[in-house]
Each structure stands twice: as structure tokens, then as C-alpha cells.
């Protein structure tokens, strides 16, 4: 079935980079993207949200970018520091039925060395 | 802090046996969804209730069933348990049922062992 995944289940940044986590959706009625953090034992959290209609969004040292067209979407960390080490998920919110549900891909560990 | 509220935060049982687990969303959401999260599988959409009514059922099995009462809080009831309902069982409270905005904030989940 359709689903969200993403490239690569691991990354490794040096404390100070830019990270940048990738994630591939199939579903085109897809309108909304968001993007978690999840700390070991802890719930996801969220971090940004993206709507269709935009392929450009900002917050607070983290930027994400949706590519229609390719349906890849990323999220880009400035800056990373030692407490950005976590899970991050990106979920797809498919419109349907009177309710919106999130598919969430597999996730990526991302590593922060000091 | 989310302010999505789960108890109990673990629960170790035997095949067989049934549990409940309970939910508390935040101040003034409506919505209620519950995931599941295991290793094999990620984070998987079991249902979701606005405001006392399903609204949508995900991979949820038939041994599995939900409700939200009217002080909105809600409970995941797992009967006849198997050994690959061991998971970190999650729900998520939002505002709005389908509209606009809808993030969703997840509880500190529970983790379901069982033995």
C-alpha cells in the first residue's frame, strides 16, 4: 500500500552543522506534512508543519522543504546541537472520511557528536 | 510537556489477558487518536474519536476497541493479548476533527509487554 518512508534510517552530524533528513511520500492527495522529534522514551513531538500550497516553510533553526513534484519532503537543522539528537518521523495527513490520519514514515536516528 | 496525559505508563501482562489503557487530552481538544508503535512496524494509526464518535479506524484489530467518554478522555482496550501486541501504545489529542490546523500532540505513550 501507499506509505511514507525515507532515505536513510541513520545519520551522523558534527555538533555546530546543518543537518538535513529526508523523506519520500507516494500519496498525492496528501496536503499536509509534519514533522516529529521523538527523544527515547518519550512521545513524538512536533517540530514543523508544511501545507501543499507551500513548498517553503521556517521556524526556529529548522526549515522544511516540500517538492511536490518528486513528493520528497526534508528538514533541514541548523546548527545542530547535542539535543537534537533523536528519532525524527515525517507523516502525511491524508484528507478523507471527516478525519485527517497520519501515516508516519520509519523514522531517522539522528547522532550528534560533540 | 504536551499536556496529553497516558496511564498507566507500563503495563506487563500474559497472553490471554486484556488491559485498558487510558488517555487524558489536552485542555480544550476534541480529538483523540491512538497509535501503536513497534519495532517491525513504526508508528501505525489504530483510531481516532472527536468528541465522543469515532471517526476513523486505522489498523486497528477486532480485538482491539476504543471509546472516548464525555470528559473527553479516552481508553484503548486490548483483549486476548498475543505476544506481538507488545508495543508502545500512543495517543494524541487536536483541536479540530478534520479542519485546518491539526496538529496533533502525543502522549508520553505506554509501553505494553506481553509475556
Known amino acids: 500500500g501507499e506509505s511514507v518512508g525515507l532515505h536513510l534510517p541513520t545519520l551522523s552530524v558534527q555538533e555546530g552543522d546543518n543537518s538535513i533528513i529526508n523523506c519520500a511520500y507516494s500519496?498525492?492527495?496528501?496536503?499536509?506534512f509534519i514533522w516529529y522529534k521523538q527523544e527515547s522514551g518519550k512521545g513524538p513531538q512536533f517540530i514543523i508543519d508544511?501545507?501543499?500550497?507551500?513548498d517553503k516553510r521556517q521556524g526556529q533553526r529548522v526549515t522544511v522543504l516540500l517538492n511536490k513534484t518528486v513528493k520528497h519532503l526534508s528538514l533541514q537543522i541548523a546548527a545542530t546541537q547535542p539535543g537534537d539528537s533523536a528519532v525524527y518521523f515525517c507523516?502525511?495527513?491524508?484528507?478523507?472520511?471527516?478525519?485527517?490520519?497520519?501515516?508516519f514514515g520509519k523514522g531517522t536516528k539522528l547522532s550528534v557528536i560533540p | 510537556d504536551s499536556g496529553v496525559t497516558q496511564t498507566p505508563k507500563h503495563l506487563i501482562t500474559a497472553t490471554g489477558q486484556r488491559v485498558t489503557l487510558r488517555c487524558s487530552p489536552r485542555?480544550?481538544?476534541?480529538?483523540v487518536y491512538w497509535y501503536q508503535q513497534s519495532l517491525d512496524q513504526g508508528l501505525q494509526f489504530l483510531i481516532h474519536?472527536?468528541?465522543?464518535?469515532?471517526?476513523a479506524k486505522g489498523n486497528i484489530l477486532e480485538r482491539f476497541s476504543a471509546q472516548q467518554f464525555p470528559d473527553l478522555h479516552s481508553e484503548l482496550n486490548l483483549s486476548s493479548l498475543e505476544l506481538g501486541d507488545s508495543a508502545l501504545y500512543f495517543c494524541?489529542?487536536?483541536?479540530?476533527?478534520?479542519?485546518?490546523?491539526?496538529?496533533?500532540?502525543f502522549g508520553p505513550g505506554t509501553r505494553l509487554t506481553v509475556t
Open positions: 494524541a489529542s487536536s483541536v479540530a476533527p478534520s479542519g485546518r490546523s491539526e496538529e496533533q500532540y
Open positions: 500519496n498525492s492527495a496528501s496536503d499536509y
Open positions: 508544511i501545507r501543499s500550497n507551500m
Open positions: 507523516a502525511e495527513n491524508r484528507p478523507g472520511a471527516g478525519s485527517y490520519q497520519l501515516t
Open positions: 485542555s480544550g481538544d476534541l480529538s
Open positions: 474519536y472527536y468528541n465522543g464518535e469515532e471517526r
